[in-house]
């Protein structure tokens, strides 16, 4: 059924009806062989209250906040393209949340990946609901590195934090150059536990995907291997918006 309805679609024999003045007319009540039955409040209002409380704990950054498909400034087929596949990587996400498929978003800076990471992230919440949340390789390993002198937390802990999320972003895969062997072996838990769970995953980079300097010599081929088992990958090759003039 319908949420919003104009008043004379809503039989009163049935249905009270509710008025939100934001978003209109809705079902407030139906009545069962029992009595009536009422609902919460408005089903607009409950929604944008459950999409803001994920996003409260999305660590989107602010200037990210707001970004959507919508907002993705678009002038090339390359760009046309690049939103398709997040838009399909969404509706794979939401009418399969345990698919355990990834997306790769790679190119130069400046190009939109974190745009459009965020943009995809945000539409999974609106569509569906599930949990999303945006860490830097850098963050996820200053936080497992905090919890040697602070002890609220254990490691693990911490990886079960970005574990259990529906749909993690990693960003700035390449950004934090020294990365050690012991932290590559983290982000291969962490990798890996989401690969277990079939949970999905967006993954942004500015290095090449394979070869020297790569996504794959980055975070080791094990990584990679569960990565790309099932994988979209979107290649950002035009200029950098940040340095037009
Ligand atoms: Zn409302």
Redesign the pocket.
Known sequence: MKNFLSRDEIDESRFEVGQ?????F?IAAQRTPVGWSYVS??????S?TKARRIFGQSMIPLRFRDKTFDNYLIENSGQYAAVKSCKAFVTSVCDNPLGGNNLVLVGKQGTGKTHLACSSMNAVVRKSYLTVRYATVEKILTKLKSTWTDNTASEYEVIERFARVDLLTIDEIGTYRSISVRDKDKMFELINERYERKKPTIFVSNLDLTGENSMESYLEERSFDRICEDVQVVFFEWESYRRKP
Not at 41 to 46: A, D, R
């Open positions: 939100c003045s934001k978003h209109g809705f409040g408005c089903p607009g209002c409950e944008e």
